[in-house]
């Protein structure tokens, strides 16, 4: 059950790493959920009208994911616990 300091952030593959992205931190799951359905509408869009490459329509799930970080908890430790076989995550202030 999430508690009242959990945070959930959206991270983003950048190149061969995973990286926490700028500003994307949120205090309730439904808030990032939404945000992250409002990028995901932004790249299709943005892929559609060429400002991104037309081949990147429909894969932001690929490039995007929502990571939970317990109260408590570094993202780093986060993200080994939630996506032990991905890329490990680039984090600096962490």
């Not at 009242?4 to 952030?9: E, F, K, P, T, V």
Request: net charge positive.
């Amino acid at each position: 059950m999430p508690q009242r300091h959990d945070r959930w952030l959206i991270v983003r593959k950048s190149g061969t790493y995973w990286t926490i992205m700028r500003g994307r931190s949120y205090r309730s799951e439904g808030a990032a959920r939404r945000a992250y359905q409002k990028l995901k509408e932004q790249w299709d869009e943005a892929a559609r009208t060429g400002r991104i490459h037309p081949s990147w329509e429909g894969k932001f799930e690929q490039q995007h994911v929502i990571l939970h970080v317990r109260a408590g908890e570094s993202p780093k430790e986060a993200w080994d616990r939630s996506f032990p076989n991905k890329t490990p995550l680039f984090t600096t202030a962490h």
